[in-house]
């Protein structure tokens, strides 16, 4: 069997894009905190399928919770770096996500004395007006990233970037870059199967066709991630309209169960460069 990528967005349930006109930064320390037992509960999930994943940080939670940093390390999970606050990288300028990446790095090697080496930036947010932020990550002493989506969205994406992985080159070194698991319906029809709100929103069925087609038609592995808050069906609510709303909150009673079926049927693994522990 291909082994696949399971990776987990590590942050709190108020720090989701959709939420960032509801709640704002300063009132974050206000709020109740649920990410360690909602990241643990994560954590049993992938002890009894005996799974390893990446889990990519917020150095805002690392900052914060450096116990529950080096509880994942310890079960032997590959540490990944999130960002440090959970801004839009086209939102930054090279100066601002170079202090943001560098803080976020040293939030994480504080909690767990690891140095990550893969990425993720909040939202998929690298797109065709951000990939400097590509040359920024390999200038950090990142040798992987797991930014780009390359479907059609209104906050993300970049088309035709290509659906599996692959080295990039840039001015300051190469990085390799992984994009989240598609498939490919026709040449102009490139269909999300990734997770995160794409997996709670549509049937399992689909995503597991989606990751079977992946694994038996390109013979390639799919990258799956989602986020602690997503187990949680009781959380607090913040996001507000119709689309926002939908896209956070439809879906979440159900998800913990196809996390369970998807470790269950497939073969999965940490994105690497490798596996910590």
């Known amino acids: 069997m291909i082994r696949n990528i399971i990776s987990v967005d590590v942050e709190e349930y108020f720090h989701p894009t959709e939420l960032a006109k509801s709640v704002r930064q300063e009132q974050w320390d206000s709020l109740p905190s649920l990410v360690v037992p909602e990241t643990k509960r994560v954590l049993e999930i992938f002890d009894r399928h005996q799974v390893k994943a990446t889990f990519f940080v917020l150095g805002w939670v690392a900052e914060r919770y450096p116990g529950l940093i080096g509880e994942i390390a310890s079960r032997g999970h590959e540490i990944g770096c999130h960002s440090f606050l959970h ?3 086209y939102d930054l300028t090279p100066a601002e996500f170079r202090e943001d ?8 090697e504080n909690a767990c004395g690891i140095t990550p080496k893969a990425y993720r930036a909040p939202s998929y947010s690298i797109t065709n007006k951000s990939l400097w932020a590509l040359e920024v990550l390999a200038e950090c002493g990142f040798t992987h990233d797991s930014s780009i989506y390359p479907i059609e969205h209104d906050r993300y994406g970049i088309p035709g970037f290509g659906r599996h992985s692959r080295t990039l ?11 989240i698991a598609t498939v490919e319906l026709s040449r102009k029809n490139i269909a999300p199967v990734g997770g995160g709100a794409y997996l709670r929103l549509l049937p399992y069925r689909y995503t597991a066709a989606g990751v079977r087609r992946i694994n038996e038609t390109d013979q390639q592995p799919a990258c799956i991630y989602f986020h602690p808050w997503e187990l949680d069906p009781d959380h607090p609510r913040f996001a507000q309209g ?3 709303r939908l896209r956070t909150y439809t879906g979440l009673r159900s998800m913990s169960r196809k996390i369970e079926r998807l470790l269950g049927e497939f073969e999965f693994g940490p994105l690497g460069p490798a596996c910590i522990g």
């Open 87 to 89: 801004r839009l990288v």
């Open 101 to 108: 990446t560098r803080r976020a790095v040293q939030a994480i």
């Open 169 to 179: 080159s840039t001015p300051s070194g190469p990085i390799m870059e992984v994009p």
């Open 242 to 244: 119709f689309i926002a």
